[in-house]
């Protein structure tokens, strides 16, 4: 079993910054893909950003190109997303996911996932 658990979330003034964490108890050795997901209320889970385990391949979410990155210390088995200039529509629940996957979009393809941690943006 593998434990996910994120942290760095918070309230924040439109226009400001966070870095969101998320350390693994362990690294899952059957996933390919670490990715961040947010739920917003009432909208379906959508992936923020992701990155391979091994290299450095990345996918974002148009939403979030050029604001936010993802970034990973596998030494440390930790995923980071630091995000710039946000915007109240990015409040939402923010979740790092694990798994083997071929479609990084796709929430059901991964199998390990985290508690999620709540980012609220004030305009």
């Known amino acids: 079993q593998v434990l996910l658990v994120e942290s760095g979330g918070g309230l924040v003034q439109a226009g400001g910054s966070l870095r969101l964490s998320c350390t693994a108890s362990?690294?899952?050795?059957?996933?390919?893909?670490i990715a961040w997901f947010r739920q917003a209320p009432g909208k379906e889970r959508e992936v923020v950003a992701a990155?391979?385990?091994?290299?450095?391949?990345?996918y974002y979410a148009d939403s979030v190109k050029g604001r936010f990155s993802i970034s990973k210390d596998s030494a440390k088995n930790t995923l980071y997303l630091q995000m710039n200039s946000l915007k109240p529509e990015d409040t939402a629940v923010y979740y790092c996911a694990a798994g083997v996957v071929s479609n990084v979009r796709v929430a059901h393809e991964y199998d390990y996932w985290g508690q999620g941690t709540q980012v609220t943006v004030s305009s």
């Open positions: 362990r690294r899952p050795y059957s996933s390919n893909v």
């Open positions: 990155i391979g385990w091994i290299g450095d391949s990345t």
